[in-house]
């Protein structure tokens, strides 16, 4: 069974800096997705980023970019120069491909922007 | 356009009652999925029906159930609560029944079982 893990619980960052939150996965798959959802207090999830295993480039949306490293199944988010609404938590998320719509969640990570 | 709306917001129930929560997708969408949120976890994948058709099922027990409508809304029931029902439950729509699509989310019905 796929797996995904988020280590830190917790993360903080000062308003205008960079933050790095962390993911790993588990999956013998070779055709696979990978993404990061935002919850903030409202409880909707909203989709950050979205990583297609097969693509070699790390994918980018503005402030956020993925570390995606598929050897070491290892995928990790950026974000730069936070801001005050960034403050949520964060899932990463994996699904297998080929028409699979069963996805998996990582635990979460709360991110705290100090002003 | 209206994103996925979810009712109702909150619900407290007893242990052994039997409980109903809504969904209505996005204008167009034609695939529903729903999650189980545990305080402090991730959601947890229950179902996805598209076209009106069951076609995932995740790891729960046959006291959850569920079925989408020619309008493509959902209904999510479960039957003899337990206090361990008591979660955060979303729905999520997409275009297709495809893994790659982007989902869209509700807001969520907040359940406790008591």
């Known amino acids: 069974a796929q797996t995904v893990t988020q280590s830190q619980p917790e993360m903080s960052v000062q308003e205008a800096e960079t933050v790095t939150l962390s993911c790993t996965y588990d999956?013998?798959?070779?055709?696979?997705?990978l993404f990061w959802y935002k919850q903030p207090p409202s409880r909707q999830m909203i989709l950050v980023i979205r990583q297609e295993a097969y693509k070699q480039q790390n994918a980018t949306e503005n402030r956020f970019s993925v570390n995606f490293q598929k050897a070491a199944k290892s995928f990790s988010l950026k974000i730069s120069d936070s801001q005050l609404g960034d403050a949520a938590m964060y899932f990463c998320a994996y699904r297998r491909g080929g028409g699979s719509y069963i996805p998996t969640f990582g635990r979460g990570t709360s991110l705290i922007v100090h002003p | 356009d209206a994103g996925v709306t979810q009712s109702p917001t909150h619900l407290i129930k007893t242990r052994g009652q039997h409980v109903t929560l809504r969904c209505s997708p996005i204008s167009g969408h034609k695939s529903v999925s729903w999650y189980q949120q545990v305080l402090g976890q991730g959601p947890q994948f229950i179902f996805q029906y598209y076209e009106k058709e069951e076609r995932g099922r995740g790891n729960f027990p046959d006291r959850f159930s569920a079925r989408q409508f020619p309008n493509y809304s959902s209904e999510l029931n479960v039957n003899a609560l337990l206090l361990g029902d008591s979660a955060l439950y979303l729905c999520?729509?997409?275009?297709?029944?495809?893994?790659?699509?982007?989902?869209?989310f509700g807001s969520g019905t907040q359940l406790s079982v008591l």
């Open positions: 999956t013998s798959e070779s055709d696979y997705y």
């Open positions: 999520a729509s997409s275009l297709e029944g495809q893994g790659s699509r982007k989902l869209f």
